[in-house]
């Protein structure tokens, strides 16, 4: 992935594989954050902001814009490495693309639906595919990244809710649940389950099934 994401565990998990090849700058190291606009970079980078990411926002995936320009180059990067079979890596990206821009197509109409609809998330995981089309996150039940929400806090969104008239609660997999499920209570919101990968939740098999659910949670 890259922008920061992984590196907390990473690098020390790369070195202790002892092989260079695939130490970052090595020939079997790829970061895919290097053709994706990464957004919401961090105007101060300080632990007491939370568990920041000084590059940016690093959950771009969820986006399907950005998955051609990644599929594009990681085929780029196997024809380096595997250059004997270059023309198949070419031609699985060339129908790759081709299946993700119709795909495209198909989830900017569904998004129509959505447009400036507003949305409360946990954690900023979807903000690049808010971004995209037009859908508003008023605030995270998170008060900083990595940081439990304060019952201060939580009252503070839960009125901000109430006030701009928002029924949508973006709940991803990992986090905990309860906070989400309190707020609803407190203001007839619904909490929408969306998958952050593909594979985190039942029928997110692959990544045309995991961006039409991104899409379909989002909008519902």
């Known amino acids: 992935n890259g922008g920061q994401l992984e590196i907390g565990w990473l690098p020390p ?7 260079g ?22 105007k101060n980078v300080s632990r007491a902001y939370g568990d920041i990411h000084p590059d940016g926002n690093p959950h771009f995936a969820t986006d399907i ?3 051609i320009p990644i599929a594009k180059l990681i085929s780029m990067k196997l024809s380096i490495i595997d250059p004997s079979h270059k023309s198949t890596y070419e031609a699985n990206y060339k129908s790759f693309a081709t299946k ?9 109409t569904q998004y129509q639906s959505c447009k400036g609809k507003k949305v409360v998330q946990y954690h900023e995981l979807f903000n690049y595919a808010l971004n995209a089309y037009g859908v508003e996150d008023i605030g995270n039940i ?21 006030e701009q008239n928002v029924k949508t609660i973006l709940q991803d997999v990992y986090h905990e649940k309860k906070t989400a499920k309190f707020i609803a209570d407190k203001t007839g919101a619904k909490v929408s ?3 952050q990968d593909v594979g985190a939740v039942d029928g997110a098999d692959d ?3 995991f961006y039409k659910m991104v899409a379909q949670r989002i909008c519902q």
């Open 65 to 67: 814009h950005n998955i």
């Open 13 to 19: 998990l790369l070195k202790s594989a002892n092989n």
């Open 21 to 42: 090849k695939i130490n970052s700058g090595g020939s079997g190291f790829l970061d895919v954050s290097g053709v994706v606009t990464l957004i919401d970079k961090p």
């Open 142 to 162: 998170e008060p900083l990244p990595g940081i439990t929400p304060s019952s201060k806090h939580t009252l503070e969104l839960i009125n901000s809710m109430r």
């Open 193 to 195: 389950i969306v998958p």
């Open 100 to 108: 993700m821009e119709d795909l495209t197509k198909k989830l900017k």
């Open 207 to 209: 990544l045309e099934s």
